[in-house]
């Protein structure tokens, strides 16, 4: 077929004409496909974050559930033959134990003040270097009847603590009498002796004041305690020891206000004789503290159960490093 001019014209005038067309139809197909695939690329991210925060929600799940594990393995008390004798066991880094306890005593270090005028220093920087059950047949022994002193005079109901930042025990599980594992920091040529012979709230004081009385002092944070230790003479390493400790603090007497001159818990209301420890509130409750403090002023009323051996990293500005 042979093309007259104008027709030739009239074709290239409308091809001319379409072109704008074509290339805009070619632009929103070209936009189309790219949005399609940002939105593709979208659905896929947020499908990964769904499925990663459902593995983190599933491994969230997982270590409750086995810290339960741990906590329940830890509540019970060994039961001893005649034969036991005094003895510490390594736990492995692996033991479930172990991860708990040497987790514990780092998230709980935290600032302190220090000097002269005193002012915050940084939080210890703190590396445990191995964690032991310590065992002590008659410690334990001596442990128990107090239990039942307590169990007996409070008719085996206690008031239960708020916000205590500390693992939760029960030697006996029907009873809850406010028992927990806190910490108690030493100079490490005395850890052996108490060991072997248990807590003498005879000593509180030699070392430092006794705002709240003659007792035996304990913590929540890991880097309260850390203030009180001291590594032994010529160890090169700087390793310090640190106890944790069964308490069972049974009925608490709170107080915002030192007890300098106090022996004892001041007297329960029902007039059954004293109270069984003294909590000190801190600043942000009103208190005379910076940092939770709780006192017991019976030797028994504590049981020595791990031995913490750790150093401060290199860099570490703490209270004893800065």
Not at 161 to 173: E, H, K, Q, S
Not at 233 to 251: H, I, K, P, Q, W
Not at 265 to 275: F, H, V
Request: aromatic letters at 8%; glycine letters at 6%.
């Amino acid at each position: 077929v042979v093309l007259t001019k104008e027709a030739a014209f009239d074709a290239g005038a409308l091809t001319r004409m379409a072109r704008p067309v074509v290339d805009a139809a070619q632009a929103l197909f070209e936009q189309f496909e790219a949005e399609k695939l940002e939105v593709e690329k979208r659905a896929r991210a947020a499908a990964e974050a769904v499925a990663a925060l459902q593995l983190k929600a599933a491994e969230a799940v997982a270590a409750a559930q086995l810290e339960a594990a741990t906590l329940l393995r830890m509540s019970p008390l060994p039961r001893y033959s005649r034969y036991c004798t005094v003895t510490k066991e390594a736990l492995p880094a692996t033991d479930e134990v172990h991860q708990l306890l040497a987790k514990r005593f780092i998230v709980s270090a935290t600032r302190h003040r220090h000097g002269n005028p005193p002012r915050h220093r940084e939080a210890p920087l703190l590396q445990v270097i191995k964690i032991e059950r310590l065992h002590n047949p008659r410690l334990q022994e001596a442990y128990l009847p107090t239990l039942t002193a307590v169990a007996g005079i409070t008719d085996r109901r206690v008031r239960a603590l708020d916000g205590v930042n500390a693992i939760g025990v029960r030697t006996w599980p029907r009873y809850d009498l406010n028992e927990y594992l806190m910490y108690h920091g030493v100079p490490t040529s005395v850890a052996e002796r108490i060991h072997l012979q248990g807590f003498d709230k005879n000593y509180a004081g030699e070392h430092f004041g006794k705002l709240f009385g003659v007792g035996i002092y304990l913590a929540t944070n890991s880097s309260k305690s850390d203030i009180y230790t001291q590594p032994a003479s010529g160890n090169a390493t700087g390793e310090r020891t640190m106890f944790v400790v069964r308490v069972c603090l049974g009925e608490v007497h709170e107080t915002k206000v030192a007890m300098r001159q106090a022996t004892r818990a001041p007297e329960r209301a029902d007039y059954k004789g004293p109270l069984d420890s003294v909590r000190a509130l801190t600043h942000a409750s009103g208190g005379c503290v910076e940092h939770p403090e709780f006192i017991v002023y019976k030797d028994t009323q504590v049981l020595p159960e791990y031995l913490i051996t750790y150093t401060h990293k290199e860099g570490c500005r703490c209270t004893h490093c800065g």
